[in-house]
């Protein structure tokens, strides 16, 4: 059996289960946040029973309209801090706490390898970084999660990703995840997991790693997951909150398909042009593209090594006057660490808003919304039209190297200019 | 269990900020379930007439029991359950597509409402087209043109008397009792 196979067939309590078989099983963890988390806590009390199945289990995060933007989004966070303490969750992340529910559930040791984790978020996929299996459910699914701990799956076959070589500075794991959704496509993975492997995923960090199995459900799999390694077992040294144990797959397991990718064959940065994540073409083809907006962050590319990289960039240098540059760390963690090595003193020197570790403008929740007509190069994982504002707005999604250097410009720029 | 309705015809790649855009989640009253249905029945699809893959009359005459049925790829991108509830609360019974992203498959069905995913069903509709389909059988009919299909989907088995009792809540509420 393949990793998510065998991580299946344990929480089913099964010897073997089968692509596309369905399975009930129990959930390791469960995460809500403020976007969805009142409806889940309305759908959950409409279901008439009293406690959740195990609070211990539960993760609740704010990070999308936090600090809330106005009365409506101040009270479902009142409801959603209402129901935690009424239901004894510990593990609760207020606004300056935590910071993007994915990165928080990594970096403070929550998903550990072979757990089922389910969120209110289709970016759940990021925590199959640490070889769990990791998907998003809606609301009234998580209701019936709260109450029984149970979930039913349909079984996903495997695609394997397989990467060899070393990807060539600037051009980060975020070029290649846009590589690969340029072969898959927007619905290459429906229902199927993709499995990354290779030497190129085995030599890179646990922070680029997380763009792949972030991004993984832009090609429409259920998730996306990595087998894990020596770089997991150091990452969750002094996070991990409690013991697991590491489950492989097997050597003989069958994938539905493998798709080979060359690092070294990554020539330029990459772009996905609007109004798709696989519209991906060389830097070189939209380089000076004129954009109002350039954004570092979200779930996909805040961690630490993205503002290293961005500071780089920026560091003794100006954004375009005439661009609207906004750095927003994943997580307080993030914030802290840029914060002890001067990345946000650089950031702010250049003439860029520095913003609370939040989901920011990615999904037109709060602050950095698009008006009509403006064009947005951003480090987040969607371009759909709308997704940011208006629905005439463009969104060019890109690595933090590649927005860094087009901040500069004030249009769609190689980073390659300054390395 | 039969579902008849008049077709609207949409194309590929249908995503959920287009269903229902980010800039509403947070509307809408969740534990007033009249004032809520009405607000996300009202937002969903608001900027239709910046879109090529939804007839752009579809808002102005969507009715109850209206069927959708799709090209590839429906209801790629997001979690939010708004995306399906909008469909629901504007009057369509049931999608039938080519193919359906999971999460709003799931999302959908939890709604009681089928979510159907046929490959080639799309080239077989148009806007207008008369449907049947039916869930046990597992048969989709187009009354206007004759042709008949059947469809093999990758459910639990209780999923049906989950659509019977009206979605994934009123269904445990169903097993309590």
């Given amino acids: 059996m393949t990793l998510v196979e065998k991580i299946l067939a344990r929480k089913a309590g099964k010897k073997v289960v089968r692509p596309d078989e369905i399975v009930e099983v129990s959930v390791d963890l469960a995460m809500i946040h403020d976007a969805l988390g009142a409806h889940t806590i309305a759908r959950f009390r409409e279901l008439g029973v009293k406690g959740i199945w195990d609070p211990a289990k539960v993760v609740v995060v704010l990070d999308h309209y936090v600090p809330n933007k106005d009365i409506d989004t101040a009270k479902k966070c009142l409801n959603i801090k209402k129901f935690v303490l009424e239901q004894g969750i510990e593990n609760y992340y207020e606004v300056g706490k935590g910071g993007i529910a994915h990165q928080v559930l990594v970096e403070k040791g929550h998903v550990l390898p072979g757990m089922i984790l389910v969120g209110v978020d289709s970016h759940t996929t990021t925590s199959g970084v640490m070889g769990a299996f990791a998907t998003g459910i809606g609301v009234d699914e998580m209701a019936v999660v709260f109450k029984t701990g149970r979930l039913w799956e349909r079984v996903p076959g495997t695609i394997r990703i397989n990467v060899e070589g070393k990807l060539k500075p600037p051009v980060m794991s975020k070029d290649l995840m846009l590589v690969i959704l340029k072969r898959l496509g927007v619905s290459g993975a429906l229902f199927k997991s993709l499995q990354y492997t290779g030497s190129t995923i085995s030599q890179m960090s646990i922070e680029s790693r997380m763009v792949l199995t972030n991004m993984a459900i832009e090609s429409g799999a259920t998730n996306g997951i990595i087998e894990p390694d020596r770089r997991t077992l150091d990452f969750l040294k002094g996070r991990a909150n409690q013991p697991f144990e590491m489950v492989q797959a097997d050597k003989d397991a069958e994938y539905a398909e493998t798709m080979e990718f060359h690092a070294e064959g990554i020539k330029e940065p990459m772009v996905a042009v609007p109004p798709k994540p696989s519209n991906a073409v060389g830097v070189t083809e939209v380089e000076g593209t004129k954009i109002d907006q350039a954004f570092i962050g979200a779930c996909t590319n805040g961690r630490l090594e993205d503002l290293r990289i961005a500071a780089r960039i920026l560091r003794g240098r100006k954004v375009d006057k005439f661009t609207k540059v906004i750095v927003i760390p994943a997580s307080q963690e993030v914030l802290k660490a840029a914060l002890a090595e001067g990345l946000i003193a650089t950031f702010v020197e250049a003439g860029a808003v520095v913003g609370p570790p939040t989901c920011g403008p990615c999904m037109e929740a709060h602050m950095g919304i698009l008006g009509p007509g403006e064009v947005c190069i951003s480090t987040a994982n969607r371009n759909f039209q709308g997704r940011a504002g208006d629905a005439t707005a463009r969104i060019y999604l890109a690595s933090p190297a590649t927005a860094a250097a087009s901040a500069l410009k004030g249009k769609i720029s190689d980073p390659r200019e300054f390395f | ?177």
């Fill in chain 2, 1 to 177: 269990m039969e579902l008849k309705g008049r077709v609207w015809k949409f194309g590929k790649d249908v995503d959920t900020d287009e269903l229902f855009a980010g800039r509403f989640i947070m509307g809408g009253d969740e534990t007033n379930q009249s004032q809520y249905q009405e607000f996300i029945a009202r937002s969903g699809l608001s900027d239709v007439g910046h879109r090529e893959n939804v007839p752009s009359d579809f808002l102005s005459k969507v009715a109850p029991g209206d069927i959708i049925v799709a090209e590839e790829n429906f209801g790629i991108g997001s979690s939010r359950q708004q995306a399906a509830e909008t469909l629901k609360f504007k009057g369509v019974r049931a999608v039938v597509a080519d193919s359906i992203h999971r999460i709003f498959f799931r999302n959908f069905w939890n709604l009681g409402c089928p979510a159907i995913d046929m490959s080639g069903i799309s080239a077989q509709f148009e806007t207008g087209h008369e449907i049947v389909i039916n869930l046990r059988q597992g048969t989709v009919k187009n009354l206007t043109t004759g042709n008949e299909s059947e469809f093999h989907l990758v459910i639990p088995p209780w999923f049906v008397d989950m659509v019977e009792a009206g979605g994934l809540i009123p269904y445990h509420k169903s097993l309590k009792s």
